[in-house]
């Protein structure tokens, strides 16, 4: 959080600076040297909302870094959600090099909702820029009896039915069902 | 492919790159590696052996040995320990570098009960009533009248994909297709003797015939002892105990080793009480070589069938109804990698993998946890016993190459393949000359035997004690290979700060504690009776 106290407050310093050393208030004199240049936080390219099926990698997605005073290999990226539910801070891989940088998402197996991601970009003045972007991961239902029907119908060499990714839905309580299958009834 | 050991040794010398030297650190074995294969032990794959046949007059062949249901206490009666008819075994080679078997031995197994499935049944005054036992008399490589419970099984070769491929019957020298499966040691009551179950069980020694496959193979199906050699309670246990050789020389008992550290002991192998159940298969090795250097690539699997109906009034031949397609559920090639290496969120992944998809485990190797939960765990005692002040005992070589050319690639001039794709299996040379069982060294390749581990793996190759040693960082010192000092370049000393210390278990085995015939592995311990 000082870091975003940083991002506010240094432009202001800095002006107020600038306008001190140039003589601001309309006194004349002496120009002196040149003033140092402002630092100026470093940019983000803008990252879109994502929606994503349950399960699923998202990612990774490009993004774009700048500084005006440093060179984008010198910047600091880091990334964070606010809700660590869904996507813990071990689940956010940032990569890349340079200006071009990437992020991907590993939401936790199985769970679901809406989260801000916040990718903070920080030059070696420390002056920092936030981009957040909403990321929404919506459960994928699955049918029990379907899945069960459907995979019981497979041979032995045919393709598994892939279950990662989809919420069961408990369809298939009533054992009567599966009765045809297992072809013995109590008598 | 014809090799010398002299022409092995230059070749491992003169190829000193990334990718293309090593020792495959395989530590030993995996018993109930995973939890979800945890919950299946007819399933588990707990070893797997590869090996140039040894057994005299056997030049050639290749002896292939897949162990399944751990830790089998030898009394486990009633049911004892037989293998699931639900599930497929499964063998395979690959013997061209791509990670892709191309050739898979599978195996089905069918349990049947005596009297057509009806079982034994005495008169109890007047009716007929089934035994609860599975055999209620002696049972004899004659006579099985007794046996209560029968299990024989079928085998098949499939050439290529091991689901799309050419399947084709193995069968027996009178053209049958089903093979008999030996009653598990119940005990010296039943079976008369040790001896009497030995000559029981080798009378399920078959002679095949593989389609595609010039010259008969051998099969045998059935319960052995545990040939596996760790001191697995202590291990688990936080490594409770000092891991270094604690004697100036293996079994001294003279205390001149590492302070405090342990004595090579029998007694420290704690699953020399169990048995285990063993599919060996051997099979000349132009069976095995197809197009490639000579170097075979090898694992075992078990799958079942994706879906499974639980049958609420289960019968004995009924207890469920499976359907749809196989689903690997075990794995196994270089033993413990699921066990120690692999992360306790992707063990069943692995166990589920196949080597072509290796790559997604990577990390794993390079970045290996195991050598810095050893550091957490010993590096203060070290420094304390030796007066030392080592900052870390891990190697610090990351990625760790000389682990990924270890477990993932293989020896150059000893067992790579002419293509080379990372993936863990066993890889053995089918043109080394086997090492008599009396001219083994334990240690394999690192004890100068060309013939054994990381060269395939033989019984008696004591695969805990050279993974202890690797994956701390024995391959960035040079190794003895052949009376030369050899280099692998993989790492250096300065990154291994205890890469040249012995450590081990303390849970000896070597050849002499096997047979020197197919199977190799011995007879099983009996339920009751001594051994």
């Known amino acids: 959080m000082n870091q975003h106290k940083v991002v506010r407050l240094l432009p202001l310093a800095v002006t107020a600076l600038v306008v001190a050393a140039c003589g601001g208030g309309g006194g004349g004199g002496d120009m002196g040297p040149p003033p140092p240049a402002a630092n100026t936080a470093p940019t983000i390219s803008a990252i879109a909302g994502k929606v994503s099926d349950q399960d699923m990698v998202i990612g990774p997605i490009d993004f774009s870094i700048g500084d005006n005073e440093s060179d984008a290999a010198s910047l600091t990226v880091s990334a964070t959600a606010d809700s660590t539910s869904l996507i813990p801070a071990d689940a956010i891989t940032v990569a890349g090099s340079g200006a071009a940088r990437t992020i991907t998402l590993t939401p936790l197996e199985a769970m679901t909702g809406t989260v801000n991601v916040s990718i903070a970009v920080a030059d070696p003045q420390g002056a920092t820029t936030t981009r957040t972007f909403g990321v929404t991961v919506n459960a994928r239902p699955a049918s029990i009896l379907e899945w069960s029907l459907t995979t019981f119908a497979k041979a032995e060499n045919d393709e598994v039915t892939v279950m990662n990714g989809y919420t069961f839905e408990q369809d298939a309580d009533d054992p009567a069902i599966f009765e045809p299958l297992i072809g013995m009834g109590e008598e | ?531």
């Not at chain 2, 099969?219 to 596996?228: D, L, N, P, S």
């Open chain 2, 1 to 531: 492919m014809s090799f010398t050991k002299q022409r092995l040794v230059a070749a491992a010398v003169a190829s000193l790159l990334p990718f293309a030297t090593l020792i495959h650190p395989a530590w030993g074995s995996s018993h109930r590696e995973a939890p979800n294969i945890a919950r299946m032990p007819t399933l588990d794959s707990t070893d797997f052996y590869l090996f140039n046949s040894y057994e005299p007059g056997r030049d050639g062949y290749v002896t292939l040995l897949a162990n399944y249901i751990p830790l089998q206490q030898p009394y486990g009666g009633p049911n004892y320990f037989a293998l699931d008819e639900a599930g497929l075994y499964e063998i395979h080679i690959d013997n061209d570098g791509d990670a892709r078997e191309n050739l898979t031995f599978q195996f089905r197994f069918d349990n049947r009960l005596a009297n057509d499935g009806r079982g034994i049944k005495l008169n109890i005054n007047g009716p007929q009533v089934a035994v609860p036992l599975k055999n209620v008399g002696g049972v004899t490589a004659g006579d099985n009248s007794a046996l209560n419970f029968r299990e024989s099984y079928q085998m098949w070769v499939v050439r290529g994909d091991r689901r799309r491929g050419n399947a084709a019957a193995v069968t027996g020298t009178n053209g049958g297709t089903v093979f008999g499966k030996p009653y598990d040691f119940v005990g010296t009551k039943t079976f008369g003797s040790v001896d009497a179950y030995k000559a029981y069980a080798n009378s399920f020694i078959y002679s095949v015939n593989v389609p595609g496959c010039n010259a008969p193979g051998r099969v045998f199906v059935g319960q052995r002892k545990e040939g596996f050699a760790v001191n697995l309670g202590k291990v688990f246990d936080l490594v409770n105990l000092v891991p270094v050789e604690g004697d100036s020389a293996p079994g001294a008992g003279d205390g001149g080793g590492f302070p405090g550290g342990i004595t090579q002991s029998r007694a420290n192998n704690q699953v020399d009480d169990a048995n285990v159940t063993t599919i060996a298969l051997e099979l000349h090795k132009s069976c095995l070589t197809g197009s490639g250097n000579g170097v075979i690539g090898g694992w075992t699997s078990a799958s079942l069938r994706q879906a499974r109906l639980l049958n609420p009034l289960p019968t004995f031949s009924r207890p469920e109804v499976d359907g749809g397609p196989w689903v690997q559920v075990s794995r196994l090639g270089m033993p413990l990698v699921n066990e120690l290496v692999i992360g306790l969120p992707d063990k069943d992944r692995f166990s589920a993998s196949e080597p072509k998809f290796d790559g997604q485990f990577a990390t794993y190797v390079t970045n290996p946890t195991l050598p810095a939960l050893l550091d957490v765990l010993f590096r203060g005692a070290v420094n304390q016993t030796l007066g030392t002040n080592i900052a870390n005992l891990a190697p610090n070589n990351f990625p760790r190459n000389d682990l990924v050319t270890a477990f993932l690639t293989g020896f150059a001039g000893v067992n790579q393949m002419s293509t080379v794709t990372a993936s863990e299996m066993t890889r053995l040379n089918t043109g080394i000359a086997a090492t008599a069982a009396a001219d083994q060294s334990n240690f394999g390749v690192a004890g100068g035997d060309l013939a054994g581990f990381p060269n395939g793996r033989r019984p008696g190759d004591d695969t805990v004690d050279i993974a202890l040693r690797v994956v701390m960082g024995r391959l960035c010192y040079p190794l003895t290979l052949g009376g030369n000092s050899v280099d692998l370049k993989l790492c250096a000393p300065a990154n291994a700060p205890v890469g040249n210390v012995p450590f081990t278990d303390g849970a000896p085995v070597s050849a002499a504690d096997f047979d020197t015939k197919f199977p190799y592995l011995t007879a099983p311990l009996p339920g009751s009776g001594g051994y």
